[in-house]
Protein backbone atom coordinates (compact mmCIF):
# COMPACT_ATOMS: atom_id res chain seq x y z
CA UNK A 1 0.00 0.00 0.00
CA UNK A 2 1.09 3.65 -0.82
CA UNK A 3 -1.61 5.71 0.97
CA UNK A 4 0.69 7.00 3.68
CA UNK A 5 4.17 7.51 2.41
CA UNK A 6 7.24 8.19 4.75
CA UNK A 7 10.95 9.52 4.56
CA UNK A 8 13.66 8.49 5.26
CA UNK A 9 12.47 4.85 6.35
CA UNK A 10 15.87 4.63 8.60
CA UNK A 11 18.14 7.66 10.20
CA UNK A 12 21.08 7.96 12.50
CA UNK A 13 22.06 10.98 13.36
CA UNK A 14 24.45 12.09 16.72
CA UNK A 15 22.89 14.34 19.18
CA UNK A 16 24.02 17.05 18.06
CA UNK A 17 22.69 17.20 14.00
CA UNK A 18 19.20 18.57 12.70
CA UNK A 19 17.23 16.57 10.95
CA UNK A 20 13.32 16.29 9.42
CA UNK A 21 11.44 13.12 8.87
CA UNK A 22 8.56 13.03 6.02
CA UNK A 23 5.01 11.70 5.72
CA UNK A 24 2.45 12.52 2.75
CA UNK A 25 -0.41 11.04 2.81
CA UNK A 26 -2.57 10.19 -0.58
CA UNK A 27 -5.96 9.32 0.71
CA UNK A 28 -7.18 12.91 0.76
CA UNK A 29 -7.52 12.78 4.30
CA UNK A 30 -7.65 16.07 6.49
CA UNK A 31 -6.56 14.45 9.98
CA UNK A 32 -2.62 13.86 10.28
CA UNK A 33 -0.71 12.46 13.16
CA UNK A 34 2.87 11.62 14.56
CA UNK A 35 3.52 7.93 17.06
CA UNK A 36 6.90 6.95 18.26
CA UNK A 37 6.91 3.32 19.04
CA UNK A 38 9.89 2.68 21.66
CA UNK A 39 10.95 -0.92 22.28
CA UNK A 40 8.46 -2.80 24.78
CA UNK A 41 6.13 0.41 25.37
CA UNK A 42 3.15 1.17 23.64
CA UNK A 43 2.61 3.40 21.15
CA UNK A 44 2.41 6.66 21.91
CA UNK A 45 0.70 9.88 20.44
CA UNK A 46 3.38 12.67 20.01
CA UNK A 47 1.19 14.76 17.67
CA UNK A 48 -2.13 15.98 16.09
CA UNK A 49 -3.09 17.98 13.22
CA UNK A 50 -6.28 18.71 11.25
CA UNK A 51 -6.21 20.99 7.93
CA UNK A 52 -2.85 22.11 8.92
CA UNK A 53 -3.71 23.09 12.36
CA UNK A 54 -2.01 21.25 15.30
CA UNK A 55 -5.15 20.41 17.91
CA UNK A 56 -3.02 18.37 20.02
CA UNK A 57 0.30 17.89 21.28
CA UNK A 58 0.82 15.48 23.67
CA UNK A 59 3.70 16.49 26.52
CA UNK A 60 6.20 16.26 23.40
CA UNK A 61 9.37 18.22 24.42
CA UNK A 62 10.63 21.27 22.20
CA UNK A 63 13.60 18.86 20.38
CA UNK A 64 10.73 17.61 18.33
CA UNK A 65 8.88 20.58 16.36
CA UNK A 66 6.00 19.49 13.69
CA UNK A 67 5.02 21.29 10.84
CA UNK A 68 2.02 20.45 8.36
CA UNK A 69 2.10 22.77 5.34
CA UNK A 70 -0.88 21.07 3.86
CA UNK A 71 -3.31 18.15 4.30
CA UNK A 72 -1.31 16.24 2.84
CA UNK A 73 2.24 17.06 4.07
CA UNK A 74 3.44 16.35 8.28
CA UNK A 75 6.70 16.85 8.95
CA UNK A 76 8.82 16.22 12.34
CA UNK A 77 11.98 18.47 12.47
CA UNK A 78 14.11 16.77 15.32
CA UNK A 79 17.15 18.91 16.73
CA UNK A 80 19.64 17.88 19.87
CA UNK A 81 17.84 14.28 20.17
CA UNK A 82 19.33 11.87 22.94
CA UNK A 83 19.78 8.43 22.86
CA UNK A 84 16.40 7.42 24.91
CA UNK A 85 14.82 8.97 21.57
CA UNK A 86 15.46 6.00 19.61
CA UNK A 87 12.97 4.69 18.77
CA UNK A 88 10.40 4.04 14.75
CA UNK A 89 8.25 7.41 14.44
CA UNK A 90 5.13 6.47 12.43
CA UNK A 91 2.85 8.83 10.77
CA UNK A 92 -1.00 8.30 10.97
CA UNK A 93 -4.09 9.46 8.77
CA UNK A 94 -7.81 9.76 8.96
CA UNK A 95 -10.40 11.12 7.00
CA UNK A 96 -11.20 13.83 9.90
CA UNK A 97 -11.51 14.82 13.08
CA UNK A 98 -15.16 14.94 12.68
CA UNK A 99 -16.07 11.18 13.79
CA UNK A 100 -14.36 8.98 16.06
CA UNK A 101 -14.85 5.68 14.40
CA UNK A 102 -12.55 7.05 11.43
CA UNK A 103 -9.73 4.48 10.55
CA UNK A 104 -6.56 6.03 10.70
CA UNK A 105 -3.87 4.82 8.43
CA UNK A 106 -0.63 4.20 9.08
CA UNK A 107 2.70 4.89 7.25
CA UNK A 108 5.91 2.50 7.14
CA UNK A 109 7.53 4.31 9.81
CA UNK A 110 11.29 5.94 10.30
CA UNK A 111 13.71 3.76 12.51
CA UNK A 112 15.33 6.60 14.05
CA UNK A 113 18.58 5.79 16.03
CA UNK A 114 20.60 8.44 18.10
CA UNK A 115 23.80 8.48 18.82
CA UNK B 1 -7.83 9.47 30.15
CA UNK B 2 -7.56 5.78 28.68
CA UNK B 3 -5.05 3.27 29.19
CA UNK B 4 -5.14 -0.49 27.59
CA UNK B 5 -3.62 -3.66 28.68
CA UNK B 6 -2.44 -6.77 26.65
CA UNK B 7 -1.68 -8.85 28.80
CA UNK B 8 0.08 -11.83 26.65
CA UNK B 9 3.31 -10.24 25.36
CA UNK B 10 4.36 -13.15 23.04
CA UNK B 11 2.30 -16.04 21.98
CA UNK B 12 3.50 -19.24 19.81
CA UNK B 13 0.98 -21.70 18.41
CA UNK B 14 1.04 -24.39 16.07
CA UNK B 15 -0.63 -23.64 12.74
CA UNK B 16 -4.40 -24.63 13.04
CA UNK B 17 -4.74 -23.91 16.85
CA UNK B 18 -7.13 -21.41 17.89
CA UNK B 19 -5.97 -17.69 19.02
CA UNK B 20 -7.39 -15.61 21.62
CA UNK B 21 -5.43 -12.44 22.60
CA UNK B 22 -6.87 -10.68 25.17
CA UNK B 23 -7.42 -6.84 25.01
CA UNK B 24 -8.35 -4.84 28.51
CA UNK B 25 -9.11 -1.07 28.54
CA UNK B 26 -9.82 1.49 30.84
CA UNK B 27 -11.98 4.18 31.10
CA UNK B 28 -15.29 5.45 32.26
CA UNK B 29 -16.87 6.49 29.47
CA UNK B 30 -17.54 4.96 25.84
CA UNK B 31 -15.06 3.70 23.75
CA UNK B 32 -14.56 2.86 20.17
CA UNK B 33 -12.65 0.10 20.08
CA UNK B 34 -10.10 -1.33 16.95
CA UNK B 35 -7.07 -4.12 16.88
CA UNK B 36 -4.83 -3.20 14.34
CA UNK B 37 -1.81 -5.93 13.09
CA UNK B 38 1.94 -5.19 11.95
CA UNK B 39 3.26 -8.10 9.84
CA UNK B 40 6.91 -8.67 9.81
CA UNK B 41 8.52 -5.65 7.61
CA UNK B 42 4.98 -3.84 6.61
CA UNK B 43 3.16 -1.22 8.49
CA UNK B 44 0.20 -1.17 11.07
CA UNK B 45 -3.35 -1.86 9.48
CA UNK B 46 -6.33 -1.76 10.83
CA UNK B 47 -7.95 -5.74 11.48
CA UNK B 48 -11.27 -4.67 12.82
CA UNK B 49 -13.10 -2.02 14.81
CA UNK B 50 -15.99 -1.94 17.11
CA UNK B 51 -18.17 0.78 17.61
CA UNK B 52 -21.42 -0.08 18.16
CA UNK B 53 -24.18 -2.48 17.56
CA UNK B 54 -23.53 -6.35 17.87
CA UNK B 55 -20.50 -6.83 20.20
CA UNK B 56 -18.92 -9.39 18.12
CA UNK B 57 -17.26 -8.01 14.83
CA UNK B 58 -15.91 -9.91 12.03
CA UNK B 59 -12.45 -8.55 10.14
CA UNK B 60 -10.16 -9.22 8.02
CA UNK B 61 -8.31 -12.77 7.36
CA UNK B 62 -11.56 -14.71 9.57
CA UNK B 63 -10.31 -12.87 12.95
CA UNK B 64 -13.33 -11.42 15.26
CA UNK B 65 -13.56 -9.74 18.25
CA UNK B 66 -15.87 -9.54 21.25
CA UNK B 67 -16.63 -6.70 22.94
CA UNK B 68 -17.75 -7.40 26.52
CA UNK B 69 -18.90 -3.99 28.43
CA UNK B 70 -18.67 -5.25 31.64
CA UNK B 71 -15.35 -6.63 31.89
CA UNK B 72 -14.22 -3.92 29.54
CA UNK B 73 -12.67 -6.13 27.33
CA UNK B 74 -12.18 -6.73 23.30
CA UNK B 75 -10.19 -10.06 22.77
CA UNK B 76 -9.06 -11.01 19.72
CA UNK B 77 -10.17 -14.71 18.44
CA UNK B 78 -9.47 -16.51 15.23
CA UNK B 79 -10.56 -20.76 15.23
CA UNK B 80 -7.51 -21.88 13.49
CA UNK B 81 -4.76 -19.73 12.76
CA UNK B 82 -1.96 -19.87 10.00
CA UNK B 83 1.66 -19.25 9.35
CA UNK B 84 0.87 -16.05 7.58
CA UNK B 85 -0.72 -15.13 10.61
CA UNK B 86 2.95 -14.35 12.47
CA UNK B 87 2.85 -10.65 13.23
CA UNK B 88 2.10 -8.20 15.90
CA UNK B 89 -1.09 -7.60 17.31
CA UNK B 90 -1.99 -4.30 18.76
CA UNK B 91 -5.52 -3.08 20.89
CA UNK B 92 -6.36 0.55 20.67
CA UNK B 93 -9.45 2.57 22.24
CA UNK B 94 -10.63 6.10 21.55
CA UNK B 95 -13.05 7.91 23.37
CA UNK B 96 -16.43 8.64 22.03
CA UNK B 97 -17.32 11.58 23.05
CA UNK B 98 -14.09 13.80 24.09
CA UNK B 99 -13.60 15.04 20.78
CA UNK B 100 -10.03 13.54 21.42
CA UNK B 101 -9.60 11.13 18.09
CA UNK B 102 -6.23 9.41 18.85
CA UNK B 103 -5.83 6.40 19.95
CA UNK B 104 -4.20 4.94 22.98
CA UNK B 105 -2.60 1.84 22.08
CA UNK B 106 -1.89 -1.45 24.33
CA UNK B 107 2.06 -2.67 24.40
CA UNK B 108 1.07 -5.53 21.92
CA UNK B 109 1.27 -9.21 21.19
CA UNK B 110 3.84 -10.98 19.52
CA UNK B 111 2.25 -13.54 17.75
CA UNK B 112 4.51 -16.34 16.39
CA UNK B 113 3.12 -19.30 14.54
CA UNK B 114 4.69 -22.36 13.82
CA UNK B 115 4.50 -24.29 10.61
Known amino acids: ETGVTQTPRHLVMGMTNKKSLKCEQHLGHNAMYWYKQSAKKPLELMFVYSLEERVENNSVPSRFSPECPNSSHLFLHLHTLQPEDSALYLC??????????????FGPGTRLTVL | AQSVSQHNHHVILSEAASLELGCNYSYGGTVNLFWYVQYPGQHLQLLLK??????LVKGIKGFEAEFIKSKFSFNLRKPSVQWSDTAEYFC?????????????FGSGTRLQVQP
Open chain 2, 92 to 104: AVNAKNTGRRALT
Open chain 1, 92 to 105: ASSPSLATSTDTQY
Open chain 2, 50 to 55: YFSGDP
